[in-house]
């Protein structure tokens, strides 16, 4: 089991992770108002700057909301697992979706119109908290990224990523190491960090000359999570 101790790396602070998880959130109310579809890996749900018909749900499987630049530089912004809901800013302020959705693992989607969103929402108290709770945890994930690409170093960068992934896919041995069940490539971090593979791979390869980190296979262990702490305070 995850010891949450271990992620208290500001004062008061629990790291946030780009990994958008809310497995607790309550939708069933509207899975009956939408449709319940199956997406393929790499398949867009809709495009940077796209209006959409519907709001969406993640029931299983992920999806990476991203952004392009005009030289086809690709960040991304947030990943969404079980429990959470995209697609959602259009609802608001009648702007087209800021990000592009792209299935990045095979996934369960309900799709639910954009109107009948509203009018559940508005008539439930719970449905409403369930998304401003939503909105909040991408926001918290927004602004340690802006901190992170505007004033850090590449290894603090890389080392926030592992203890995020630790967070929230990390299972505790009994050696104080951690386990990652999570998979995912040198590009995935270089995405989400705005570094180069190339530097991601060096850090990463740093790291594990040092014994911070270990791979066994395509799977990755945490061997001094202290360590890390430090590289990201």
């Not at 199956?38 to 992920?62: L, M, T």
């Not at 505007?150 to 890389?158: G, I």
Request: charged letters at 25%.
């Amino acid at each position: 089991m995850t010891d949450y101790n271990d992620f208290k790396i500001f004062k008061d602070n629990i790291v946030f992770s780009p990994w958008i998880q809310l497995p607790k959130n309550d939708w069933s109310i509207l899975e009956p108002l939408g449709n319940k579809k199956f997406y393929k890996r790499n398949f867009i749900i809709y495009n940077c700057n796209e209006f959409s018909d519907y709001v969406y749900i993640v029931d299983s499987g992920r999806v990476e909301l991203y952004i392009v630049d005009s030289e086809g530089n690709k960040k991304v912004i947030g990943i969404c697992d079980k429990g959470s809901l995209f697609g959602e800013l259009q609802l608001f302020d009648g702007k087209p979706n800021y990000c592009t959705a792209r299935i990045c693992r095979d996934a369960w989607v309900f799709e639910i119109q954009k109107n009948v969103f509203m009018d559940a929402i508005l008539s439930n108290n719970d449905l409403m908290l369930s998304n401003l709770y939503n909105l909040t945890t991408k926001m918290r994930i927004l602004y340690t990224q802006v901190e992170y690409l505007s004033f850090k170093p590449a290894e603090a960068k890389v080392a926030l990523m592992f203890i995020s992934m630790c967070k929230d896919f990390g299972v505790k041995l009994n050696n104080n190491e951690y386990k990652l069940n999570i998979t995912f490539t040198h590009s995935d971090i270089a995405n989400m960090t705005g570094l180069s593979r190339v530097t991601v791979s060096n850090t990463i390869m740093n790291l594990t000359n040092q014994g911070i980190i270990r791979k066994e296979g395509s799977e990755y262990f945490i061997c001094d999570i202290g360590y890390l702490k430090k590289l990201v305070g």
